[in-house]
């Protein structure tokens, strides 16, 4: 598998993914109705949004096999600015559900990471619903630190969702 940066023509994949991941990944969290809600059309026009901006803070990655994406990540700057030492953020990680469990999460963030070192970022934060069993891809997988937990609001319903962060990318990247 290789990671790289994502292309125009990557946008649709990528779209897919992030529905088709949310619907796997959160059914029985978020209810029916807002995961019926969702629209592959809308994701398209948000990522051509970001893919086709030259320069956008926004770099988005795409895993792939022989030819075939099957899954991406999107990083950028920090949003909340509340920690100092951690400016990058992992704005968003998705794999089809078929291809989890083999490694390709774990690449993107490797990737993710450096690019976000080269561009003169010095830590990392990513937030994650707290019923979301990826959380343990963060803890266990990763080793990223617990930070806060706030609560959120998704159609209607409230959750909890947690900041996991790395203040270090350099430590990051050498594991
Ligand atoms: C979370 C995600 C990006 C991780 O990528 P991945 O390719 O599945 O993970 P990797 O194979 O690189 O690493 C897996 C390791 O993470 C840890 N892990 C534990 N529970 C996990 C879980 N439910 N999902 C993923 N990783 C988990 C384990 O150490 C696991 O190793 P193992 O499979 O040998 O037990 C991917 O599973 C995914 O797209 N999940 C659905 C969408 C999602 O929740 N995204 C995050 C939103 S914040």
């Known amino acids: 598998m290789i990671v790289r940066l994502a292309q125009l023509k990557d946008v ?5 993914i992030h529905v ?3 619907k796997t990944t959160y059914r029985g969290i978020v209810s029916e109705e807002y995961l019926d809600s969702l629209k592959v ?3 398209q026009e948000m990522w051509k949004r970001v893919l086709s ?3 956008h803070p926004t770099t988005v990655f795409v895993v792939e096999e022989e030819d075939t994406v099957f899954g991406f990540a999107a990083v950028g700057k920090e949003r909340t600015g509340k920690y100092p030492e951690i400016d990058g953020e992992l704005y968003a990680i998705y794999l089809y559900e078929n291809a989890q469990r083999k490694g390709g999460g774990k690449q993107l963030v490797a990737k993710a ?3 976000l ?3 003169g970022y010095h830590g990392l934060l990513v ?3 707290d019923d979301n069993p990826a959380k343990r891809f963060y803890e266990e997988a ?3 630190e617990f930070l806060e937990s706030v609560d959120i609001e998704i159609g209607g319903q409230s959750f909890k969702e947690a900041a996991y962060g790395w203040y270090s990318l350099d430590q990051f990247i050498s594991r």
């Open 12 to 16: 649709q994949v990528i779209a897919d």
């Open 20 to 22: 088709a991941s949310w």
């Open 41 to 43: 059309e809308d994701r």
């Open 53 to 55: 901006t030259e320069n």
């Open 113 to 115: 990471a450096e690019v």
């Open 117 to 119: 070192k080269e561009k």
């Open 127 to 129: 937030w994650v619903l």
């Open 142 to 144: 990763l080793n990223g």
